[in-house]
């Protein structure tokens, strides 16, 4: 059984900081990728960023230059440090995993955790 526990949604004004977490827990053999999507009221879930195991990483447009993912690989903690927030970034954010768990590779998702941007 994997968990992936999030943290750090809020509210903030435009042009302000916040700074996700999210832990992955349980028998977790190799870890792929982990990374961050999204979902706002109406539409679509979407990738915000990926954080692959050799260390590469891939932005949505909308966000590049503004949020940074990073990991902690001994703690398989991933980051997403989000910057110059607009309220277009309003949404629910989901942390992500692709890991090798129980004899496959499976995906996992967190539970979500609310982002608001006011203007």
């Known amino acids: 059984q994997v968990h992936l526990v999030e943290s750090g949604g809020g509210l903030v004004q435009a042009g302000e900081s916040l700074r996700l977490s999210c832990t992955a827990s349980?028998?977790?053999?190799?870890?792929?990728?982990m990374g961050w999507y999204r979902q706002a009221p109406g539409k679509q879930r979407e990738l915000v960023a990926i954080?692959?195991?050799?260390?590469?990483?891939d932005y949505a447009d909308s966000v590049k230059g503004r949020f940074t993912i990073s990991r902690d690989t001994a703690k398989n903690t991933v980051y997403l440090q989000m910057n110059s927030l607009k309220p277009e970034d309003t949404a629910v954010y989901y942390c992500?995993?692709?890991?090798?768990?129980?004899?496959?590779?499976?995906?996992?998702w967190g539970q979500g955790t609310q982002v608001t941007v006011s203007s």
């Open positions: 992500y995993l692709y890991a090798f768990s129980g004899g496959r590779w499976n995906a996992y």
């Open positions: 954080i692959r195991s050799g260390g590469s990483t």
């Open positions: 349980g028998s977790i053999f190799s870890i792929n990728s």
